[in-house]
C-alpha cells in the first residue's frame, strides 16, 4: 500500500511539474518573459532553468542597449543552473551557447572570441546529446558565418569554417522545415557572405509561414523588413 501511495504522489508531482512548465511555456509565447523566467525558474529544474534561460535572452529584444548584457549574463545563470540539475539536457548547453554567443555580440575583440570557444563546445555537447536539435544547427552556422565574417584571425583563432555554415542550417531546415526563425538566421548567415539573392529565397520561404507565437510576428517582421531591403 505505501509504495502505491509514494508512486501515486511521485506522479502527481510530475504531472504538475508539467503542467507548470507548460504554464510558464505559454506565458513566454505571448512575450511575457520576465514572468515566463520567474515562473519556469521557480520549478527548480532543469527544463525550468532552460526555460528561463531561454526567455531571458529573448526578451534582451525588447530592452535598451545598456541592459542587454546583464540579461545575458543571467540567462547563462539559468543555463548553468540547468546543467547542474541534469548535465544530459541538450537544451540546456544550447542555451548557454545561445546566451553567449548574443554576450559576444557586447564584448571586446578578445572576450569574444573567448566566448566564442565556450559557444563551440557547449553547441557541439549539445549536438552530441540530442543529435535532432535543431536550434544547435542553427546556431553553429551562425557561429561559422559570424566568425569567417569578421576576417583570417577571428578564422585562424576559433576555427570557423566557412564549408561548415550552409550544411548546418540546411540540417536544422530538414529538422523543422516550417519554423521560420531557421529560415531567417539563415538568410542572415548568407547576407553575411554576399550572397543577397540567395538570402531573399529563404526569406521569401519564411515570411509564407504561419506566424502565431509573440516571437514569431516579431519575427516575421523582421523578415519581411529585410526582404523589402534585397528588392
Partial sequence: MRSLIVTAALTLAATASAQSLSAATSLFEQGKWQE????????NSSEG????????TAGSALVPDNQ????????QG????AIAKDKNNAEAYFEMARAQGRLA???????SLGLAGEMKKNLDTAIKLD???????????????????KGFIAVQASGANKNQI?????KA???????????IEYANALILQGRKAEAATQLQKAVSIPANTFWEKRDLEAAKATLAKLK
Fill in 49 to 56: 532553468f532552460a526555460l528561463a534561460a531561454e526567455a531571458t
Fill in 166 to 170: 550552409i550544411p548546418n542550417f540546411e
Fill in 173 to 183: 531546415i530538414s529538422l523543422e522545415p516550417d519554423v521560420a526563425i531557421h529560415r
Fill in 68 to 75: 542587454k548584457k546583464a540579461l545575458f549574463e543571467k540567462a
Fill in 105 to 111: 555580440q557586447f564584448s571586446g575583440i578578445l572576450q
Fill in 78 to 81: 539559468y543555463a548553468k543552473q
Fill in 131 to 149: 543529435p535532432k536539435l535543431p536550434g544547435a544547427y542553427v546556431a553553429l552556422g551562425l557561429w561559422n558565418a559570424n566568425l569567417v565574417s
Fill in 36 to 43: 515566463a523566467a520567474n515562473a519556469a525558474a521557480a520549478l
